[in-house]
């Protein structure tokens, strides 16, 4: 089993950064693909980045260049930096493990509100 816990979300006015962390147990951690995940009332959970294993990273184009996706294996923990927030990226964020061979897993979700 897999635990994943979000932290670093908040109230920022718009043009603000806020760095986002997931810490995951159970698993190997440097096995596991991770992704940023967000999900705005009344919409659809949307990818916002993803890192594999390896250290490659994808990005959606809404926050691409704004955002960075980056992991480290040491302390079982991925980020997600966000610069130059706006209103619209105000959402619940979710961390999700893709573990090699098993299941996915999310963590509980992170409110991050932009004020314009």
């Known amino acids: 089993q897999v635990q994943l816990v979000e932290s670093g979300g908040g109230l920022v006015q718009a043009g603000g950064s806020l760095r986002l962390s997931c810490a995951a147990s159970?698993?190997?951690?440097?096995?596991?693909?991770m992704g940023w995940y967000r999900q705005a009332p009344g919409k659809l959970r949307e990818l916002v980045a993803r890192?594999?294993?390896?250290?490659?990273?994808v990005y959606a184009d809404s926050v691409n260049g704004r955002f960075t996706i980056s992991r480290d294996n040491a302390k079982n923990t991925v980020y997600l930096q966000m610069n130059s927030l706006k209103p619209e990226d105000t959402a619940v964020y979710y961390c999700?493990?893709?573990?090699?061979?098993?299941?996915?897993?999310w963590g509980q979700g992170t409110q991050v509100t932009v004020s314009s």
């Open positions: 890192i594999t294993r390896s250290g490659f990273t």
């Open positions: 159970g698993s190997r951690f440097s096995d596991n693909h």
């Open positions: 999700k493990a893709e573990v090699t061979g098993a299941a996915n897993y």
